[in-house]
């Protein structure tokens, strides 16, 4: 049987039976029974491999041994559930921080500086008029910080005309958005126009809460970054708001900058749960030796999977696989090679 004869999918399952279902197989011994090379036989095993369908076996003949499905998918969903679990944490420790700023220091201030003003503002309308006053009384940035829900169309055109006006006026226009809305079509063109128009657009994987900040005196913040529904507080003057600018400059160092080949790559093949946890370890620099034990692989497994993995991206490297990663918007930060070019 020649092997264009057979799908990829259809040769993975038959190869998968022949695991579940016998004892004492070799890769030779699939291969000949499927008609197909030992080569493809060993990329099949190592796509099962890669989602957990097989773990490695060195006592058994073939050097496998199934893993049965619903035991392989549980694995997955806990995978997952811990990165979650992770991200949740980094979230809510952000969120403590900035609750625990306006809470306990929102008052404290030095002698000879004036009062802190802080405006409620309950109503969108008044929000509104609040972003217009603002972006006139910008003198040398402002700094947008966008978290939650996609805007309306009619909400984007009314942020375009203000920040075109604001670029117009000479103004430092800065605007942080989720990975997710770059890929949204209404998003990417907005987000498009405003890069065009010379403002600095970057998109990061997480982000605390919606904000704005302009130059070092007067910022809009959420009541409650969970619900915009009970509206926003204006801060003015020096006391807080430098505070708030050290925030976002956090998120905004953390974050890559917008282009439109990584809106471009949301169709692009995606990777497994298990390979998003290889790409994770390899950009933070983990030894193989340690992946391979996290991963629960061998480290010949380990390298087939390295390798596969750099031939999907089309790259060579492992450092131009975590620039190419990161242009797709895979990864929260830039290579540390990268940062310090």
């Not at 002698?111 to 609040?130: C, G, H, I, K, M």
């Amino acid at each position: 049987m020649a092997r264009g004869t057979v799908a990829p999918e259809a040769l993975e399952q038959r190869v998968y039976e022949t695991a579940l279902r016998q004892t004492g197989w070799t890769v030779r011994e699939a291969a000949a029974r499927l008609g197909v090379a030992e080569s493809v036989v060993e990329e099949a095993l190592d796509r099962l491999e890669s989602v957990g369908l097989l773990r490695p076996a060195p006592s058994t003949p073939s050097g496998y041994a199934a893993v049965a499905p619903d035991v392989a998918l549980t694995r997955l969903f806990a995978m997952e559930d811990r990165q979650l679990a992770r991200h949740q944490e980094q979230v809510a420790h952000t969120r403590e921080a900035i609750t625990t700023v306006m809470r306990d220091f929102l008052d404290l201030r030095a002698p000879q500086r004036r009062t802190l003003e802080v405006e409620a503002l309950s109503t969108t309308e008044q929000v509104d008029s609040f972003l217009d006053g603002a972006a006139s009384l910008a003198r040398h940035d402002a700094w947008w910080m966008h978290a939650g829900s996609i805007p309306t169309a009619p909400a984007l055109d009314e942020m375009l005309l203000r920040d075109l006006g604001m670029l117009g006026a000479g103004i430092e226009v800065r605007a942080l958005f989720l990975h997710r809305h770059a890929r949204d079509p209404l998003m990417a063109g907005y987000l498009r126009e405003l890069s065009l128009a010379g403002a600095q657009v970057r998109v990061a994987t997480h982000l605390p809460q919606r904000m704005l900040v302009v130059d070092r005196d007067l910022a809009l913040v959420p009541v409650d970054p969970e619900d915009s529904a009970r509206g926003a507080l204006a801060v003015h003057g020096t006391e807080l708001v430098p505070t708030l600018r050290a925030l976002y400059e956090h998120c905004w160092t953390l974050a890559t900058p917008f282009q439109e080949d990584v809106v471009a790559d949301a169709g692009a093949p995606q990777t497994s749960p298990v390979e998003d946890v290889l790409i994770r370890l390899l950009a933070e620099g983990v030894k193989d030796d340690a992946i391979a034990r996290r991963l629960g692989v061998s480290s010949r497994t380990l390298s087939r999977m390295i390798s596969a993995l750099l031939e999907r991206l089309g790259v060579q490297t492992r450092f131009q696989a975590a620039i190419e990663l990161n242009r797709r918007g895979r990864l929260g930060n830039a290579p540390a090679g990268e940062r310090a070019a």
